[in-house]
């Protein structure tokens, strides 16, 4: 059998596989990434107008690819409390990091600062090819090997690898071409998502809100701008805005000029907020659950949204994606450190029983979080706030949300422990 071009091929260059790559800079592998578009380029879809809830483990990988300090220049805002309310009614939870060994539960970064990051260290990584723009049209997993056409400017070539990663994102072509079904769930709702200016700092408090419609976050920022004098413009009083809607309203709300959006907003804001000011740009964006029926085939593993989209309530996407990296990553090092094919059906297998309770764990909470806080129902509002005032109450109980909220449950790679993926024997979650 001829030598493959690749090891490792990832198909999708945005958040999630940039940062797969990055992670396998330092390893004895040749990395191949196949992406559409460029990292600099505008409709890049991954490095849009959107904040990331970074979570603390997050923070962590990318201090293990030693890219965070990067991304803290650029603009990083913390998350140090956390206050969970609905609308309208009693129930509260209050959550402060201090009270739980960190600095921060996480941090709220723009997507394309991440892409500002992530685009010169692939660059400069020696073991990592780039094909951009590059379109899949074909993919076999046959002979051993993994063989994907794609479509260039310079025509149509085939590529073949020992692995073939697909993280392409929710509509996942390779996906679809490999046979892999989905399990699909539809939210009726929509979020509108824009930048929001208020009357009163945040403080580094993030605020989840239940309301009869749906759920409304509001995430600090740590604007990275400076005005003609070389201040910052960061007043400390700028938000990332997320609100759920039904598909009809979210997208009547944003169509509505700046003065109409505000008054409209203003009534469901926490009153810490104050008066909301100013709203950029509007966004809506339909939202939805999607489960790849499976992680992992002999040659191909599936990773981020390709293998689980969720509702944004939690924040917890990407930071599910940045765990599918860092633990993938770590049993190819592994593989790597004892000549293991990193495509074999027991690597992978590997890697997929190390994700699975998490995946399905934060799958699990995110959807009921959906539909427990969606439905005004009496009975079902009184229990919700009878549990959000008991969670503040007791103190083991804020220890495990606080824990999930920061990817810190179960087994963690070294990468959450802010290590590089090592050489070595193969682990066994």
């Given at each position: 059998?001829?030598?493959?071009?690749?090891?490792?091929?990832?198909?999708?260059?945005?958040?999630?596989?940039?940062?797969l790559?990055?992670?396998?800079?330092?390893?004895p592998?040749r990395?191949?990434?196949?992406?559409?578009?460029?990292?600099?380029?505008?409709?890049?879809?991954?490095?849009?107008?959107?904040?990331?809830?970074?979570?603390?483990?997050?923070?962590?990988?990318?201090?293990?690819?030693?890219?965070?300090?990067?991304?803290?220049?650029?603009?990083?805002?913390?998350?140090?409390?956390?206050?969970?309310?609905?609308?309208?009614?009693?129930?509260?939870?209050?959550?402060?990091?201090?009270?739980?060994?960190?600095?921060?539960?996480?941090?709220?970064?723009?997507?394309?600062?991440?892409?500002?990051?992530?685009?010169?260290?692939?660059?400069?990584?020696?073991?990592?090819?780039?094909?951009?723009?590059?379109?899949?049209?074909?993919?076999?997993?046959?002979?051993?090997?993994?063989?994907?056409?794609?479509?260039?400017?310079?025509?149509?070539?085939?590529?073949?690898?020992?692995?073939?990663?697909?993280a392409?994102?929710?509509?996942?072509?390779?996906?679809?071409?490999?046979?892999?079904?989905?399990?699909?769930?539809?939210?009726r709702?929509?979020?509108?998502?824009?930048?929001?200016?208020?009357?009163?700092?945040?403080?580094?408090?993030?605020h989840e809100?239940?309301?009869?419609?749906?759920?409304?976050?509001?995430?600090?920022?740590?604007?990275?701008?400076?005005?003609?004098?070389?201040?910052?413009?960061?007043?400390?009083?700028?938000?990332?805005?997320?609100w759920?809607?039904?598909?009809?309203?979210?997208?009547?709300?944003?169509a509505?000029?700046?003065?109409?959006?505000?008054?409209?907003?203003?009534?469901?804001?926490?009153?810490?907020?104050?008066?909301?000011?100013?709203?950029?740009?509007?966004?809506?964006?339909?939202?939805?659950?999607?489960?790849?029926?499976?992680?992992?085939?002999?040659?191909?593993?599936?990773?981020?949204?390709?293998?689980?989209?969720?509702?944004?309530?939690?924040?917890?996407?990407?930071?599910?994606?940045?765990?599918?990296?860092?633990?993938?990553?770590?049993?190819?090092?592994?593989?790597?450190?004892?000549?293991?094919?990193?495509?074999?059906g027991?690597?992978?297998?590997?890697?997929?029983?190390?994700?699975?309770?998490?995946?399905?764990?934060?799958?699990?909470?995110?959807?009921?979080?959906?539909?427990?806080?969606?439905?005004?129902?009496?009975?079902?509002?009184?229990?919700?706030?009878?549990?959000?005032?008991?969670?503040?109450?007791?103190?083991?109980?804020?220890?495990?949300?606080?824990?999930?909220?920061?990817?810190?449950?179960?087994?963690?790679?070294?990468?959450?422990?802010?290590?590089?993926?090592?050489?070595?024997?193969?682990?066994?979650?």
């Amino acid at each position: 059998m001829s030598r493959p071009d690749y090891d490792v091929l990832i198909i999708g260059g945005g958040l999630v596989g940039a940062s797969l790559a990055c992670a396998l800079r330092g390893l004895p592998l040749r990395v191949g990434v196949v992406e559409a578009r460029p990292l600099e380029d505008g409709a890049q879809p991954s490095f849009d107008a959107r904040s990331l809830a970074l979570a603390w483990s997050s923070r962590r990988i990318f201090e293990a690819l030693g890219l965070w300090e990067a991304v803290a220049a650029r603009g990083a805002a913390p998350i140090r409390r956390i206050r969970v309310t609905d609308r309208g009614r009693f129930g509260t939870t209050r959550l402060e990091a201090a009270r739980h060994g960190v600095e921060a539960f996480g941090y709220v970064v723009e997507s394309r600062v991440l892409g500002a990051v992530l685009g010169p260290a692939l660059a400069a990584a020696a073991n990592v090819d780039h094909h951009c723009p590059a379109e899949v049209t074909g993919v076999a997993l046959e002979g051993g090997l993994a063989r994907v056409a794609v479509e260039t400017p310079g025509g149509a070539r085939e590529l073949s690898a020992r692995l073939l990663v697909a993280a392409d994102g929710t509509r996942s072509r390779v996906r679809e071409l490999c046979g892999v079904g989905t399990v699909r769930l539809d939210y009726r709702q929509s979020a509108v998502i824009a930048n929001i200016r208020t009357s009163e700092p945040h403080g580094d408090t993030a605020h989840e809100r239940f309301t009869p419609c749906g759920p409304l976050a509001l995430l600090p920022l740590a604007l990275a701008g400076t005005g003609a004098d070389g201040r910052r413009l960061d007043t400390g009083c700028e938000w990332s805005l997320v609100w759920t809607h039904p598909p009809e309203e979210a997208t009547r709300l944003a169509a509505l000029d700046e003065a109409g959006f505000l008054a409209a907003l203003q009534p469901v804001l926490p009153k810490e907020a104050g008066e909301v000011l100013a709203a950029g740009t509007r966004h809506v964006y339909p939202l939805g659950m999607v489960q790849a029926r499976a992680q992992v085939r002999p040659r191909l593993a599936i990773i981020g949204n390709a293998a689980h989209t969720l509702h944004p309530v939690a924040g917890q996407g990407f930071n599910l994606g940045l765990r599918d990296v860092a633990a993938l990553a770590e049993v190819l090092a592994a593989a790597a450190g004892t000549g293991a094919d990193p495509g074999a059906g027991a690597v992978l297998e590997r890697y997929a029983r190390w994700r699975r309770r998490d995946r399905l764990q934060v799958s699990a909470f995110t959807d009921a979080l959906v539909r427990v806080f969606s439905n005004d129902r009496l009975p079902v509002a009184a229990a919700r706030n009878a549990g959000l005032l008991a969670l503040d109450l007791l103190p083991p109980l804020k220890n495990v949300l606080a824990r999930h909220a920061m990817g810190l449950a179960g087994r963690l790679p070294r990468m959450v422990m802010g290590l590089p993926p090592a050489h070595g024997p193969e682990p066994c979650p």
